[in-house]
């Protein structure tokens, strides 16, 4: 768990502080999300919670220690940290770059070796063809896949990431993020986010923290972000499809009505499909009406336009 | 996908080399061409000494000098690109910037009334004036890293020796080299101004030349003196392909640098 305290910073010669009392919990194993506009703060925050910028006031503390009593290098080797440019040494084979943690770590070359293996197959990337390759030679997708792994690769329990999917066109940016909420649900880390692309944080985020000016506007989940945005600012920031982009969160399984008695020519979509994907369907369709299948086609129950609007009018917790 | 480079980038100039040394030490070729340039002339080559003595005292001093200022110029770079030295940085490098305008010939004057004549002053005006491209350029390839580079270095944990070993210093290697090759070249030009002051080398047909009214042995000294920087850059342009990668791996690092 990371907590910050009334943290603080105000950088030489500016007129507002970058950060402004912000208290932050970040729970073991969730993706906390940081977002707002440029110089809200976010970057600060999360390079103060591994000491690149030191907090003019306030407390930070990783399982209750202050992060302040451990010494620099040691917690850092303790945070894996993605950015985006991802930083790869240059000089450095993919090989070289993964394992620098671990080398630093004196793990011995055997251990290295197997780790790296087993993170470049976990990001995806065959080991055989990228161990020995230099980072110039590899795609924007690819650079960011090799610092994702070097991130993990003392399997740290915390990761820090400044907008490590950033650099990359929407087609890759999407597979890095579905990767990486898999990689996710099995490594279970904790993970500080940042970004400025609400459809990230919402995609991502098991809580999103809004920030701006150096102050913490709202932190919640983000169905409630999108549900009760805590302010003008808020309801700004996340945007006119807000209604939609809730849509998107939630599975269409969660919504049907179990039945086998459904007409043969509704439209149909798949039970793993988001109800935004239903509602186009149904839209498209001209019906009020869809018929849930699962992967292998067989029915297994509706969702009508009526359920989504009933979806809109409860309360979310 | 491994690019180590073999030491083969050696054989192009090191067969220059060799072709050179003959040209140089087999006068009867100098006199049939430059008699030919210079048909009027009596006195064609010069010979109150062996060309390749001569070609060895230039390289002689050019390397040392040329330590002296690799190892000046990098330390200084270093140390006004860290945290300690930063106060030091704006006089660092304005005197920098300053001494690159500075005429070679001026600090070889000056330098004669403190070390007199002969090796010494030239070697140390050399070594000054070479001090000055490698500075400019450790300081402009470390500042020129990528700030998502030395950032995750930090961020993983390097301490601050480590990061300058394993991210800094290599990442502006060839920044740096580019600075080593420019005084080298340089101190090659300037060590024939030595020559004035008695530090024989291949300034002495240009200066004796010079002084007889005998172009031909002032243009041998020259072509000579051109060849050598040209040889010589061709080497360090060769060192540097192969230091590219194999210096900068870790391993090698590591061996050089107690982590």
């Known amino acids: ?317 | 996908m491994n690019r180590r480079r073999s030491l083969s980038v050696f054989v192009g100039p090191t067969i220059a080399f060799a072709i050179y040394l003959a040209i140089a030490a087999y006068p009867p070729l100098w006199e049939s061409v430059l008699g030919r340039i210079f048909p009027n002339e009596a006195r064609l080559v010069y010979q109150q000494s062996s060309m390749l003595k001569l070609i060895a005292q230039t390289i002689m001093m050019v390397a040392i000098a040329s330590t002296i200022s690799t190892a000046v110029g990098m330390s200084l770079g270093i140390f006004v690109t860290r945290e300690s030295g930063a106060d030091f940085y704006d006089v660092v490098s304005d005197l920098a910037n300053f001494g690159q305008t500075f005429p070679p010939i001026a600090v070889l004057t000056l330098a004669v009334p403190l070390l007199g004549f002969g090796y010494e002053p030239t070697i140390f005006a050399l070594a000054l004036y070479g001090v000055l491209p490698v500075l400019q350029n450790t300081i402009g390839g470390i500042e020129a890293i990528p700030p998502s580079i030395a950032e995750s270095a930090r961020a993983m944990g390097l301490s601050p020796r480590q990061v300058l070993y394993h991210a800094e210093l290599p990442v502006a290697a060839p920044v740096i080299f580019a600075g080593v090759r420019v005084s080298v070249i340089v101190g090659v030009a300037t060590a024939t101004i030595g020559a004035t002051i008695g530090a024989g080398g291949l300034g002495a047909p240009i200066i004796s030349g010079l002084a007889n009214s005998d172009p031909a042995v002032t243009l041998q000294g020259g072509l000579l003196a051109a060849g050598l920087a040209l040889i010589l850059d061709a080497f360090l342009a060769a060192s540097e392909k192969v230091l590219g990668r194999t210096v900068t791996s870790r391993a090698a690092v590591a061996k050089s640098a107690n982590r």
């Open chain 1, 1 to 317: 768990m990371i907590r910050l305290e009334a943290i603080a910073k105000t950088y030489e010669g500016a007129e507002r502080p970058a950060v402004d009392s912000l208290t932050l919990e970040a729970k073991d194993g969730e993706i906390m999300i940081l977002i707002g506009p440029s110089g809200c703060g976010k970057s600060t925050t999360l390079r103060m919670i591994n000491r690149l910028i030191e907090p003019d006031a306030g407390t930070i503390s990783l399982d209750g220690v202050d992060v302040r009593t451990m010494r620099t290098e040691e917690l850092r080797r303790g945070m894996g940290y993605a950015i985006q440019g991802v930083g790869l040494f240059p000089h450095w084979s993919v090989h070289e770059n993964i394992g620098t943690v671990p080398w630093l770590l004196g793990w011995d070359q055997k251990r290295i070796d197997e780790r790296i293996r087993e993170l470049l197959e976990l990001v995806g990337l065959d080991p055989d063809r990228y161990d020995g390759a230099y980072p110039d030679e590899l795609s924007g997708g690819e650079a960011q896949r090799v610092g994702v792994a070097r991130a993990l690769a003392a399997d740290p329990p915390v990761l820090l990431m400044d907008e490590p999917f950033g650099a990359v066109d929407p087609l890759t940016r999407d597979r890095l993020q579905r990767e990486f909420l898999d990689i996710q649900a099995r490594l279970r880390k904790t993970v500080v986010f940042v970004t400025h692309d609400i459809d990230e944080a919402v995609r991502l985020g098991d809580r999103i923290a809004i920030m701006r000016d150096g102050k913490l506007v709202q932190c919640d989940v983000p169905e409630r972000v999108l549900a009760y945005p805590a302010d003008e600012f808020v309801a700004g920031f996340v945007g006119g499809e807000r209604a939609l982009k809730r849509l998107s969160l939630a599975k269409v399984a969660s919504l049907m009505e179990r039945t086998q008695d459904v007409a043969d020519d509704l439209p149909r979509v798949g039970a793993d499909a988001n109800l935004r994907d239903a509602l186009a369907r149904i839209l498209e369709t001209g019906g009020d009406r869809v018929a849930v299948v699962d992967a292998t086609g067989a029915v297994e129950g509706i969702l009508t336009l009526d359920g989504l609007m009933a979806h809109f009018r409860r309360p979310v917790e």
